[in-house]
């Protein structure tokens, strides 16, 4: 059983920096894509950020691009969001989320993937 376990959100204002961290448990941590996603109060939840399983390639929606950094450690089985410059549109629950095949690209993880539990990041001042 897949499981990923967010941590790091807060309160923050704008300006500020965050890092989110997801750790994954229950399979092979390497072969598979991983990706953030976020759904603020009221609306949809969209993709952020994707990483392939590689780490060769990433994607980022532009809203977050040069602001927003994914990264991963395979050998702590763990997926990163370096998030600067924070503004008050990036207040959400940001969720993260692994790519159920294996070997997908950055963007394979934007659809039907498994998620974690969430957690808020809140921007304001």
């Known amino acids: 059983q897949v499981q990923l376990v967010e941590s790091g959100g807060g309160a923050m204002q704008p300006g500020d920096s965050l890092r989110l961290s997801c750790i994954v448990s229950?399979?092979?941590?390497?072969?598979?894509?991983m990706g953030w996603h976020r759904q603020a109060p009221g609306k949809a939840r969209e993709f952020v950020a994707g990483?392939?399983?590689?780490?060769?390639?990433?994607y980022y929606r532009d809203s977050v691009k040069g602001r927003f950094t994914i990264s991963r450690d395979n050998a702590k089985n763990t997926v990163y969001l370096q998030m600067n410059s924070l503004l008050p549109e990036d207040t959400a629950v940001y969720y993260c989320?692994?790519?159920?095949?294996?070997?997908?690209?950055?963007?394979?993880?934007?659809?039907?993937?498994?998620w974690g539990q969430g957690t808020q990041v809140s921007v304001s001042s």
């Open positions: 989320a692994a790519d159920q095949t294996r070997f997908g690209s950055a963007h394979d993880v934007a659809v039907n993937p498994y």
């Open positions: 229950g399979r092979a941590f390497d072969w598979y894509a």
């Open positions: 990483i392939s399983w590689s780490g060769t390639s990433t």
